[in-house]
């Protein structure tokens, strides 16, 4: 009688021993490049009939600066999705900043700053009146570069010194000459010459050049030359810690913003299945059409940490094969169909020094638009909706605890 017992207490320690190993299992699973849970949490609704793509939210202010794709206006948004107002300010008139609009950030509770792509910065405020111009400091107009839902500055508040200061702190790839400071001549030399990361005083109207290429970033340390390979910059509006992030290689910079000048706390080392393990060296004689390298096109301060995002592209292999059919193969119906397979979205994040996780995949549809200070990621999906409508929504996406 006693058999059954021990049959029944042999099979409990055998369930709970596959518990314990699956259990050991999914912790051995954690870690750099374990992909990330994610949770949609709620999403932001905005009854307008023209896509939207969002700049800028702070909670703080309660506000969020969005952007219609098609006409570049900016509207100002509450936390309901209530249109507050839609600035008018792509003209040429006392409060207009030109027709090349190209992106819109918050500044204070006061004030917000608009891009132009061609002339530099203006402040306004909330009724839409400018109250100041920041020239762009260039040496020349030798490259421009839009993005579909990334802004290339942030206006910041600093207290320093007992006094609150105002930047914009950005990327301009047109700071230098690039005649004189030529990428194809100088080869490796170029890193420790060429300036594109800017700090702007607002009250003082004055910019200066800050750190762009660290002198441990591994390119720049062992005289390789892998492209121009200009960083991209974030910061954390609430801690004044500042990320640098070259587009080639594998190596984020965090830096302590607090003081006049950035220190470097943390160089982290990123990892992804998909990434080489080592900037690839430029041919200089190779043809430029072929190269498959994943370039890193996006940076975000994402909660306490980053969010690091690039795309595969399209094998160098098949892009020869399909150039072998027409010159302009872009055009080709091949080529977009290469492009859907090959050219997908990955992000690395980090935080506290250190790479937690990867995105592989979002639980919605759609495209990664913002991330904020306090934690939540915005999924767009109003360019090429799941599901056409006619509204807005941005899905509030937080990663699990």
Request: with cysteine; hydrophobic share 35%; proline share 5%.
């Amino acid at each position: 009688m006693k058999f059954p017992h021990i049959q029944y207490s042999y099979a409990l320690t055998l369930v709970l021993g596959l518990f314990a190993c699956n259990t050991s299992e999914k912790k051995k699973e954690q870690g750099p490049t374990s992909p990330l849970e994610l949770e949609v949490v709620d999403s932001l609704v905005v009854d307008e009939l023209e896509p939207l793509v969002m700049d800028d939210h702070m909670a703080s202010l309660g506000y969020y600066l969005l952007r219609n794709t098609k006409s570049r206006q900016p509207l100002l948004v509450d936390e309901k999705g209530t249109v507050i107002k839609e600035f008018d300010i792509l003209h040429d008139g006392p409060d207009g900043i030109g027709s090349f609009g190209t992106g819109y950030r918050l500044l204070d509770d006061s004030r917000w700053v608009a891009q132009n792509l061609m002339t530099g910065y203006h402040i306004f405020d909330y009724q839409g009146k400018k109250i100041k111009e920041l020239p762009a400091e260039r040496a020349g107009l030798f490259s421009i570069s839009i993005y579909s839902n990334r802004t290339t500055f942030t206006p910041y508040v600093k207290k320093f010194g007992g006094q609150t200061e105002n930047y914009i702190i950005g990327e301009e790839p047109n700071a230098f000459d690039h005649k004189e400071i030529s990428a194809e001549e100088l080869g490796p030399k170029f890193y420790s010459l060429a300036e594109t990361i800017f700090n702007y005083d607002i009250e003082k109207e004055k910019q200066e050049m800050i750190t762009t290429f660290p002198e441990v970033w591994e390119p720049r340390a062992n005289e390789r030359f892998v492209g121009q390979a200009f960083p991209l910059v974030a910061i954390n509006r609430k801690t004044m810690e500042m990320a640098l992030l070259p587009t080639v290689g594998n190596q984020l910079f965090i830096y302590d913003y607090m003081g006049e000048a950035p220190i470097l706390i943390d160089t982290v080392r990123l990892t992804h299945r998909h990434r080489p393990d080592e900037a690839r060296e430029v041919d200089l004689n190779a043809e430029r059409w072929s190269d498959d390298y994943p370039l890193f096109t996006d940076l975000r301060v994402f909660g306490d940490g980053y969010l690091v995002g690039f795309y595969t592209r399209i094998p160098s292999d098949v892009i020869k094969e399909l150039r072998a059919k027409s010159e302009e193969y872009y055009k080709l119906p091949e080529f977009q169909e290469a492009n859907d397979q090959y050219a997908k979205p990955y992000y690395i994040y980090v935080k506290d020094g250190e790479q937690i996780g990867v995105i592989d995949k979002l639980p919605v549809h759609g495209v990664v638009d913002f991330a904020d200070e306090d934690g939540v990621l915005f999924v767009n999906d109003n360019g090429d909706p799941e599901i056409e409508r006619d509204y807005n929504v941005f899905y509030k996406i937080r990663i699990k605890e």
